[in-house]
């Protein structure tokens, strides 16, 4: 397994091996299936439809629709408006969506097509809508084409609202899993506090199994919220590498002051997004939520000495990573290699000021891929691997044990209906790790050593 | 089976006219196929706007045909998506002898970034190919072209000449952006022109190693299927030169031309070199199909004819015999859970067609079959390929045009007796699907979304099979699935052991109890 990759560190200067990242539009597909009845559009050929939609549905194991332009060589010569014309007028006359989602992808940010102007003269139905974001394959990563298309949905819906602001918050909770949503949503409904949520995946990608199918399920933000966004007191934008550039943009376009929080994953992210609803909205924190907290607390004290100066390696995405680099250091571990595929200066400078401030040594990396990430623990090995599902690769080349985190994980199931987010996320976090943690100890103690309780 | 016209035609109402004259033309009932020949539309472009399941050129190629091959670094080059999803997603089992010349595991993009784009992305493309060669030092190399790169014009074929002097290693370039063609198709096509020209025919052997030497083409390995095969073969005492491309290597294929025969499992992804072969080097291939027991029963009788021994021919049926002996009450079993239900099955360019027969003996009717990317000779015989007009979006896709090898070429059989057996056995030809599917079923040929959900609905199978992006559609519905490209990680289905396993699979999918849970107590009994 990975046989191939050498302790030697070599010098790269090109290209990834073994990517710990992928493209925008597969970001901006996931996002457009977070507003209800939508159809995600990719607007190119048709093999990057049919990647990300294969992709989505192996993580989610629930159906994932979405239609492409369809390209042929002719439509990459010509320009692909009449394509996305055709397609526009097939997609609402066959499956009937309320709303349309149009990203493009590298082929059609190539040849440069001009999506708005394409769009100004399409034929679109009565009450009937198609947004747009711009996903150039060659930019960023899946978390730039998942807020490219949050940005787009306040871009091409948010219209700019009345002065008088409502006592209600915005909710932008990143690249996470339709769980974690559930599970952002459930906290802010035991406060109490009047909420818009978009994307909202919930009931789209973890949709029930009822016995009939259902292209568009119930979940999903509507898209009416979406455009009375701009109302909100103000926004919070969980992730600031999925999130931020819409809140921003919702400022801009209507007075609707951001707030950028981390993802709520582990104690102190959770801490902070509650404190900034509570002192926002000038109200306590029910006695359900900081119950739950004082049992999180119960549990990390209790199994301080499992984690305790472990050494971790982990991967994954940028919003995720500062957040679960945080909630690892407050178990007292040693996130000693944080690695993330999408660049970002600023991941590197955050997690590195986080390192430092808990007095520990570890490598951070932007821009990396899992070889390097694979190399650096041959250098220096690790007492946990955290990421997606292709680090079982390196933990079994390695023989470290691994905890499925992220996107994507394929190989499990459930993870998506269940939280990492909150104090409950944080709670079953500590049982994935030490879950890991223990059963490697079980399996590789002496007879004599192996004990009933741990 | 009762499929009425009127049902069909008001599938069709439902649809714009323009796209319902389009898709009628890739949609029939089959009618007695001993009275004439029905003609399906394939192999044209989608409709834009359509779900389709269909993939891109790069996927064929990449992912389907060069991926495979172990012992090579595939590069790919694009920006990062393309490479990663084609990476360890389909199931492509390999063995290697040195475990440092397996590179499945590593997926190489050149990741491309605006500036590449802008300013061309040829440097890199080198500079990563020296990297790879520095790293892992393989037998061989493939470059993979993506969208992009065709559009801004990297000349990845003089990058990938340079390189080959440079490092003295073979790295060959496939032109394979997913805009070619109508659908991965244009993929299998491209790689095996890139295959024929840059491998085959360059190893040293020039005699077979084994009197019956054979290699097993259109095979991928998926579940462990060409080693069920292997088993089988090497049982009965053939000598697998070549298997392509599942499990297979540089150092393998580039000897595939001494066999005395090559086996054509997936005839759409890889008939190209099969024919190639035969005009290049002489070789006679055979169609076969290792799905079902009978199937492979006749395939193996078949390679027997071939090659005429006595011997074999015994070794063949006593081999059958035994394995029939071992299967035959296993299969029973599952066969009473089976019996009596239908199935429908859209996958691929050739198992929508070879999965029938497995059905039949479980049981089971075909009720709908069709392909994602066939062409319209998979379905209607290889008869009609001289009938096929050639449309702007296949003539982009360059045609090889192989000639008799100088030194390597040799008869392998008599056209005579060559004549003889093509009377007997499927030698250098194909019938198609249309053919073996029973009165009254249905053929759709890129069938998409909103067709799979209507035609589930009128024809109500049992069973739906198919790949992930519409299983859970099915299932939604209440109807097991099967993914028929990754078998759901499950298999080997191929030969002997995998009907049975096959079997057990599908079985396990109708008893299982999780299906009675679908309707919750309170609405079945009501307050």
């Known amino acids: 397994m990975l046989d191939s990759t050498p302790k030697e560190m070599i010098q790269r200067k090109v290209g990834l091996i073994n990517p710990a990242k992928t493209c925008q539009p597969i970001g901006a597909m996931y996002a457009a299936l977070g507003i209800y009845r939508c159809l995600p559009h990719s607007h190119g050929s048709q093999g990057c439809c049919s990647y990300h939609r294969s992709h989505l549905t192996r993580h989610f194991r629930d159906p994932i629709m979405a239609s492409s332009s369809s390209f042929t060589e002719g439509a990459s010569v010509f320009g692909g408006g009449a394509n996305l014309k055709t397609s526009i007028k097939n997609v609402f006359e066959i499956y009937d969506p309320d709303i349309m989602a149009v990203h493009t992808t590298c082929l059609t940010e190539t040849i440069g097509d001009d999506i708005p102007s394409i769009l100004s003269t399409a034929e679109v139905p009565e009450g009937k809508r198609v947004i747009y974001a711009s996903t150039p394959s060659y930019v960023g990563s899946h978390i730039t084409g998942f807020s490219n298309m949050t940005t787009g949905m306040v871009n091409c819906l948010v219209e700019p609202g009345e002065k008088e602001k409502k006592e209600q918050v915005n909710v932008l909770p990143g690249f996470v899993n339709p769980g974690d949503m559930r599970e952002i949503k459930r906290m802010l409904k035991e406060l109490g506090i009047k909420f818009i949520m978009f994307p909202d995946t919930t009931g789209v990608v ?249 | 089976m009762g499929l009425h016209e009127k049902d069909l035609n008001a599938i069709f109402e439902r649809y714009p006219a323009k796209v319902r004259r389009n898709r009628k033309k890739h949609i029939l009932v089959v009618k007695d196929t001993s009275q004439e020949r029905q003609q399906i539309e394939a192999n044209t472009r989608t409709i834009p706007g359509i779900i389709t399941t269909r993939g ?112 003295k290693i073979p790295i060959l370039a496939f032109s394979c952006e997913g805009y070619k063609g109508v659908s991965q198709s244009a993929g299998h096509h491209i790689a095996n022109n890139g295959l024929m020209e840059g491998i085959v025919g360059q190893g040293e052997m020039t005699e077979p190693p084994h009197r019956f030497s054979i290699n097993l083409l259109g095979e991928y390995n998926i579940g462990g299927d060409s080693w069920e095969i292997d088993r089988i073969l090497q049982g009965i005492g053939y000598y697998l030169v070549a298997p392509m491309t599942g499990d297979g ?67 063949t049926e006593e081999f059958i015999a035994r394995e029939l002996a071992m299967i035959e009450p296993v299969m029973e079993q599952y066969k009473k859970i089976c019996q009596g239900k239908t199935a429908f099955c859209f996958v691929g360019g050739s198992r929508g067609h070879h999965y029938q027969g497995l059905f039949g003996e479980m049981g089971m009717d075909t009720v709908l079959a069709g392909y994602e990317f066939a062409h319209r000779d998979d379905y209607e015989g290889r008869e009609i390929i001289p009938d096929i007009k050639l ?137």
Request: hydrophobic share 40%; with cysteine.
């Open chain 1, 206 to 454: 973890d949709s029930p199994m009822t016995g009939r199918y259902q292209m568009f399920p119930r979940g999903g933000a509507r898209v009416k919220d979406i455009q009375d966004s701009g109302s909100s007191k103000f926004t919070i934008a969980l992730g600031f590498f999925a999130s931020s550039e819409a809140a921003f943009l919702l400022d801009r376009k209507c007075s609707v002051p951001p707030v950028v929080l981390r993802t709520p994953v582990g104690i102190k992210a959770t801490d902070e997004f509650l404190m900034t609803l509570r002192n926002r909205f000038i109200q306590d924190i029910p006695y359900e939520l900081e119950e739950e907290r004082g049992q999180l607390v119960d549990i990390m004290t209790d199994t301080h000495f499992h984690f305790h100066g472990r050494k971790v390696a982990l991967f994954g995405d940028p919003d995720m990573l500062t957040a679960m680099t945080e909630f690892l250091l407050s178990l007292g571990m040693i996130p000693a290699y944080v690695l993330t595929g999408s660049p970002g200066a600023l991941f590197e400078k955050e997690i590195n000021t986080m390192l430092k401030a808990a007095g520990v040594e570890g490598k951070v990396r932007a821009a990396g891929d899992l070889f390097e990430l694979h190399q650096w623990i041959k250098n220096g090995p690790v007492d946990l691997l955290i990421g997606n599902t292709y680090g079982k690769y390196i933990a079994r080349a390695e023989d470290i044990p691994f905890v499925r985190l992220g996107f994507p994980v394929m190989d499990r199931s459930v993870h998506s209906y269940l939280p990492v987010v909150g104090y409950r996320g944080a709670m079953r976090l500590i049982e994935m790790i030490s879950g890991a943690l223990l059963d490697r100890a079980d399996r590789d103690a002496a007879e004599e050593d192996f004990e009933l309780v741990m």
């Open chain 2, 56 to 167: 891109c050129a790069f996927a064929g190629c990449k992912g389907v045909v060069l991926g495979p091959l172990k012992d090579m670094v595939h590069i790919v080059h694009g920006p990062v998506g393309c490479g990663y999803y084609a990476w360890l997603t389909r199931r492509n089992k390999a063995r290697a002898e040195d475990p440092k010349k397996n590179f499945l595991h590593y997926c190489v993009t050149t990741d491309m970034q605006e500036s590449d784009i802008v300013f061309g992305g040829e440097k890199k493309l080198s500079g990563m190919i020296d990297e790879v060669v520095e790293i892992f030092k393989p037998n061989a190399i493939t470059v993979s072209a993506t969208c992009p790169v065709g559009l801004i014009g990297d000349d990845i074929n003089a990058i990938a000449r340079e390189a080959q002097e440079k490092h």
């Open chain 2, 249 to 315: 290597s540089f150092e393998t294929l580039k000897n595939a031309h001494v066999a005395e025969l090559n086996l054509v499992q997936c005839h759409r992804s890889i008939n190209y070199i099969a024919e190639m072969l035969e005009t290049k080097y002489g070789t006679p291939w055979l169609k076969v199909n290792f799905i079902g027991i009978q199937n492979t029963i006749d395939s193996l009788r078949d390679m027997a004819l071939y090659f005429g021994d006595r011997e074999l021919t015994q070794r």
């Open chain 2, 391 to 527: 449309d702007a979006d296949s003539r982009n896709i360059p045609d090889l045009k192989v000639t008799p090898d100088k030194e390597l070429f040799r008869l392998k059989i008599t056209p005579e007796k060559k004549k003889e057996l093509q009377d007997k056995i499927p030698l250098s030809n194909y019938q198609g699907m249309i053919q073996e599917m029973k009165d009254g079923s249905l053929v759709v040929d890129d069938l998409n979304h909103f067709e799979t959900e209507e035609f589930i609905r009128l024809l109500k199978p049992d069973l739906f099979a198919s790949g992930v992006k519409d299983k859970y559609v099915a299932q939604k519905m209440g109807i097991p699935s099967k993914q028929l490209h990754s078998y759901d990680y499950s298999g080997p289905y191929e030969g002997f052991r995998g009907a049975v396993k096959f079997a057990e699979d599908v079985a396990m999918g109708f008893v299982s109890p999780t299906w009675n849970f679908i309707l919750p107590p309170w609405k079945k009994d009501p307050l």
